[in-house]
């Protein structure tokens, strides 16, 4: 049987730190708000605001809603941004992804300033990351790193293999891992001999968007498993990249899906924007 890996409760030792760091900065004056930029209404997107902003409630910082219609044209979100990046009283901008196909996600992530770009999203951000300086982390893979270690689970030394390398998750995971010191692989659609390479992974953390492709086969015995992954199965249920019932028998240690690493995400969203004030 392996250790349930508990994102909810991780997250919430998290959040309770960060509402005590956000209370005693409130005694020295300094107020912590947070911009929150959604265009459109996409369902999912509705949902991920609103829990940013109850985060932002329940550790007591400030924020800030923007909600535009659909056909907001690029021009005018960047002239809100403009407007945000100049504003002293707004610490975090956080524009919410995916946009509307007319604006250039791009074009939008580069005009954040990157002393207020909590998302960790800003090509300044992932290049600081990269060369070890400080900056934002993007808050999944950072979220990923605090489940490992209030785990108890060490990082140093060990086989990870990430499996997956977007810009948001895959890439940043992996350099996280290398500046805790393990033995890093990345593996994407076009990796040889899968099975095998992922079989090698003491960590293997998992960030494809393919609803349970990840059976037993894939994995070392004993293996600690990250499941990124947030997916509908068949039956409209939500279900990870990793086929937990399959997989859970014989690793050590897994993530469950819902209740993994999906709360660390808006708990490690809260740590940026606490930590802003040290960056501005
Ligand atoms: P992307 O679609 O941007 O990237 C997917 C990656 O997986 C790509 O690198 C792709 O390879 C690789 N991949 C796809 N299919 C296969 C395959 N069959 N075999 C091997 N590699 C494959 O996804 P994201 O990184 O944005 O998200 C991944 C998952 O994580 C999604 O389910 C998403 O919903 C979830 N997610 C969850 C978050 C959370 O808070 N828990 C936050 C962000 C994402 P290639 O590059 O070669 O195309």
Not at 4 to 31: C, P, R
Not at 254 to 276: D, F, K, R, W
């Amino acid at each position: 049987m392996a250790a349930i890996i508990d994102g909810k409760t991780i997250s919430l030792q998290i959040k309770d730190e960060l509402k005590q760091k956000a209370a005693e900065m409130k005694k020295q004056g300094i107020n912590v708000t947070l911009a929150v930029i959604q265009v459109g209404d996409n369902p999912a997107s509705c949902v991920y605001v609103r829990n940013k902003k109850k985060g932002c409630e329940y550790i007591g910082i400030g924020s800030l809603s923007y909600e535009l219609p659909e056909e907001t044209t690029q021009q005018e979100l960047l002239d809100l941004i403009q407007e945000l990046n100049g504003r002293k009283d707004v610490n975090g901008i956080l524009v919410q992804l995916p946009l509307p196909s007319h604006i250039d996600e791009d074009t939008v992530i580069r005009a954040i300033d990157p002393k207020k770009d909590v998302d960790g999203f800003h090509p300044q951000s992932v290049g600081a990351l990269c060369i070890g300086q400080p900056g934002f982390v993007s808050c999944t893979p950072a979220g990923i790193i605090q489940l490992l270690k209030r785990s108890g689970i060490e990082i140093a030394g060990k086989e990870c293999v990430v499996l997956g390398r977007s810009n948001i998750v895959g890439k940043p995971m992996s350099l996280l891992l290398l500046r805790e010191n393990a033995t890093v692989t990345i593996a994407h659609s076009r990796t040889k001999e899968l099975k095998e390479v992922t079989s090698r992974a003491d960590i293997l953390i998992v960030a494809i968007g393919k609803p349970k492709m990840i059976t037993r086969d894939y994995v070392k015995p004993g293996a600690v498993v990250i499941d990124v992954g947030i997916n509908r199965d068949a039956d409209n249920k939500l279900c990870g990249d990793v086929d937990f019932e399959d997989v859970e028998p014989i690793c050590s240690a897994i993530t469950p899906v819902p209740g993994g690493v999906g709360p660390m995400t808006i708990a490690m969203l809260l740590n940026n924007c606490i930590e802003s004030v040290n960056l501005q």
